[in-house]
């Protein structure tokens, strides 16, 4: 058994996440962590009790959907809420952390952004990154259980067309549907 690294243990958290965002432009996930711990974690929504862009569409101001707050600023916000701090914590994110949330993460004291994909990477919040020495890390996301799974299911799979073989069914046709397997449960890992 594959065992699962903190680095993608703390991913899929925000991958998570992101799947309670209530705007439907990006669904962003973020967990902050400190000495391999979950300090907090938040997704794109709009402030608690309010409308959801889900339900009653975007608010859209310039091309930017103004109702929510994003998922980085939404787990800083947490932990100002409950008194957490933040120095010297990292963060990971769904996506690269817009100028906005990449200057919030800086000033709350995070050292370390750990982010699974591009997004519209700003030139300006990557420089001000550098100068604030906080570091930014891609880890793209493995998305473990659909990768155990799937070898699971090529395996199984690759047992019945074993006993085919044996049953003495056309060699030919057993390979045509190997390769076919493979193609499918290769896809998307
Ligand atoms: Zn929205
Ligand atoms: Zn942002």
């Known amino acids: 058994m594959k065992r699962l690294s903190w680095d993608q243990y703390f991913m899929a958290q ?14 962003v996930g ?17 402030i608690s ?9 975007c608010y859209m101001i310039d091309g930017h959907c103004v109702r ?12 100002a809420k409950f008194g957490v701090p933040t120095q010297g914590a990292e963060i990971y994110v769904t996506h690269f952390p817009c100028l906005q949330c990449c200057k919030a993460i800086i000033q709350s004291g995070i050292k370390t952004v750990y982010y699974a994909a591009d997004y519209k990477n700003h ?10 020495k906080v570091k930014t890390i891609k880890v793209p996301f493995d998305n473990f ?5 799937q070898q ?12 085919l073989e044996n049953a003495g069914v056309d060699e030919k046709e ?16």
Do not use: W
């Open 123 to 132: 030139p300006y919040a990557i420089e001000l990154f550098e100068s604030a």
């Open 152 to 163: 699971e299911k090529l395996e199984l799979f690759a047992d019945v067309l074993k006993k």
């Open 174 to 189: 057993i390979r045509a549907f190997y390769e076919k397997a493979q193609s499918i449960f290769s896809n998307g890992v």
């Open 145 to 149: 259980f659909e990768q155990n799974n």
């Open 49 to 57: 009790g309010g409308i959801h862009c889900i339900d009653e569409g």
């Open 30 to 46: 973020a967990t902050i962590v400190r000495d391999k711990r979950i300090i907090a974690g938040g997704y794109n929504g709009s």
């Open 68 to 79: 929510t707050i994003h998922a980085e600023m939404n787990a800083i916000l947490q932990c």
């Open 14 to 27: 925000s991958h998570l996440l992101a799947n309670r965002s209530t705007c439907p432009r990006l669904a």
